[in-house]
């Protein structure tokens, strides 16, 4: 089935990760719908994602890394995750493998390695879209490039004279290259966590979060976020009182991993250090912490700087969009943004709470852009 019409299609997808996916299983929707005679024309439409494989940032991920959900609530929309066998959540690479079948299930049209590097504003509207293979013209743009390309790694003082190796998240692949060598983890969320627990029985670890780490009740994993986050945003939305969402609850959803490695006592964490030193961490009393290696678990930020030739302006720190249910530019009406975090939607960065976002994004683009 020809989606494209060339290069220039009505709306243009950015990212080919899970939010693009279920933006791509809503534009299908509307060319089926339109196919049976249910609805008026449909947009045409292409994805285009700057990775070689299909999966998104899941084919990065450190091998252990353990979903903090049961495959069945961890779907995208129309077609269930399958079964995992192993212990525990699924895996990252179960993870990429279904993304990779979802694709191809609904003949999704990606083109990839593709990489978007400027949008501008078209003469007469739409887009021009600039990419390392071509340009492509559009009236729309989703964007959802996600945030794994642009981790925030922190520079305290020191950090030049520090004689080891530092990295982020986004460099870990698992413990190996670590066994048996003094490592400081730094940072409280999910992601510390997960690399403390999974380095602890290998190597020295150090795990260090600025405030004291906050678990999740045992019993809360995905399903229950998603609720907690759902309802946040809808009593925000009414202008209702809000239990201040997930946050409120704790930072660490306890996967087994981490309730296994808690339970044996071996994440106790240190607050954060004030400097970086030759050899190590120096802390706020003056004690010495040594460290051949640190790993920055301090997050991610959204990946934009392919929009910055529209001059977007930003509302704590991301764009400003119009309110949801679909997050659209306040500057830029054919531009809309899906992924990312709450603020494109509850669990919006999620497997499970990126459907409902992108079914009213597409909803969005359908109706209020004439087509
Ligand atoms: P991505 O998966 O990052 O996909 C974006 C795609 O856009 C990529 O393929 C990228 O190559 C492409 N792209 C970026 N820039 C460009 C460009 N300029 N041009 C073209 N393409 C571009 N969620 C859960 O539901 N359950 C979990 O257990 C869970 N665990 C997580 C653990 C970690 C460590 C992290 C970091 C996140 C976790 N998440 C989890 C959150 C979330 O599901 C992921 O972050 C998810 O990958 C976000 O999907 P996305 O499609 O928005 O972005």
Known sequence: ????????????????????????????RLRRDEASGRSGPAPTFAILDANAEPGGAWQHYWNSLELFSPAAYSSLPGYR?????????????????????????YDLPVHRPVRVQAVRAADGGGYVTDTDR??????????????????????PPGSDRFAGQQLHTAGYRGPEPYAGRNVVVVGGGNSGAQIAADLAPT????????????????DVDGRALFDIATRRVRALAAGEPEGGG????????AVPSVRAARDAGLLDARPMFSRLTPGGV???????????????????????????????TT???????????????VDSPGLFFLGYGDWCGPASATLIGVGAAARDTVAAVAGSVSL
Request: charged share 15%; glycine share 10%.
């Open 134 to 155: 071509g340009q492509w013209t559009s009236r729309v743009v989703i964007n959802a490039t996600g945030s794994w390309n642009t981790p925030q790694f922190p520079r």
């Open 282 to 312: 120096q802390e706020e009393d003056g004690k010495q912490l040594d460290a051949d290696v640190i790993i920055w678990c301090t997050g991610f930020r959204p990946d934009l700087q392919h929009l910055q030739p529209l001059g977007l």
């Open 315 to 329: 509302r704590n720190g991301v764009p400003a969009t119009d309110a949801l249910p679909a997050t659209r530019s």
């Open 246 to 253: 997930v946050a409120s609850l704790g930072d660490i959803v």
């Open 203 to 218: 190597a020295a670890v150090t795990w260090v979060t600025r405030n004291p780490p906050r678990y999740l009740p045992d």
């Open 81 to 105: 995750m399958p079964a995992w066998k192993g212990e525990g959540n699924p895996s990252a690479d179960h993870v990429a493998n279904y993304l990779r079948t979802y694709e191809s299930r």
């Open 1 to 28: 089935m020809p989606v494209t019409s060339g290069r220039n299609v009505d709306v243009l997808v950015i990212g080919g990760g899970q939010a693009g996916l279920a933006a791509g299983f809503y534009l299908n």
